[in-house]
């Protein structure tokens, strides 16, 4: 079964305090990896696509990479506004539809 | 670019009325869209796959007669939650995707709905 497994649940960090956030998948051919954050009662939004293991991503602060069974996101000096629901879906080779994690929620304070 | 505009971003209506939510894809033309539904502190839940002059695809589990979608435009996907009740309230969400290879959905701001 495909499945796409984030963690930690909740991160709380300093700011300027780095980290990653990991996001493990098992699906039956990866077509396409994608990072969205989600703030509060907003709807996701898109940061990231990978489509190979190997493959980096950047945009200011966040740094994605992947692997065959996980990415990452990396956050840099993260600021308080970088606080957000951060989400991973993975597109499998069958269907069209993404499968979402549970996400990850960061807050970092001042 | 790839902005996905979604009316009303919240609603409160009495049990037994229907609600219509409609999402459009403001700069790009989207075959195909999509349409989720949001637990508090939970992921998102895909409902259904809405194809542009086609039925919609449900998922497993969502009832097709109480949310009924309607992709009558490269640009506009709609969805209509009938008959209302209380347990149907909760946070909606679509998406629309670009097409050609496998590009990312991008995400309207939500409907809050909720039924008294």
């Known amino acids: 079964e495909d499945q796409v497994t984030q963690s930690p649940e909740a991160l709380r960090l300093q700011e300027g305090e780095s980290s990653s956030l990991n996001c493990s998948y098992t699906?039956?051919?990866?077509?396409?990896l994608f990072w969205y954050r989600q703030d509060p009662g907003k709807g996701p939004e898109f940061l990231f696509t990978?489509?190979?293991a190997g493959e980096e991503k950047e945009k200011e602060r966040l740094k994605a990479t992947l692997t065959k069974k996980e990415s990452f996101l990396h956050i840099t000096a993260p600021k308080p506004e970088d606080s957000a629901t951060y989400l991973c879906a993975v597109q499998a080779q069958a269907g069209t539809a993404l499968i979402f994690g549970k996400g990850t929620t960061l807050s970092v304070s001042s | 670019g790839a902005v996905v505009s979604q009316h009303p971003s919240w609603v409160i209506c009495k049990s037994g009325t229907s609600v219509k939510i409609e999402c459009r894809s403001l700069d790009f033309q989207a075959t195909t869209m999509f349409w989720y539904r949001q637990f508090p502190k939970q992921s998102l839940m895909l409902m259904a796959t809405?194809?542009?002059?086609?039925?919609?695809?449900?998922e497993q589990g969502v009832e097709k007669d109480k949310f009924l979608i309607n992709h009558a435009s490269l640009t506009l996907s709609t969805l209509t939650v009938t008959s209302a009740h209380p347990e149907d309230s909760s946070f909606y969400i679509c998406s629309a995707r670009l097409t050609g290879g496998y590009q990312p959905q991008h995400f309207g701001d939500g409907t809050r709905l909720s039924i008294l």
């Open positions: 699906v039956s051919g990866l077509r396409g």
């Open positions: 809405s194809n542009e002059g086609s039925k919609a695809t449900y």
């Open positions: 990978l489509y190979s």
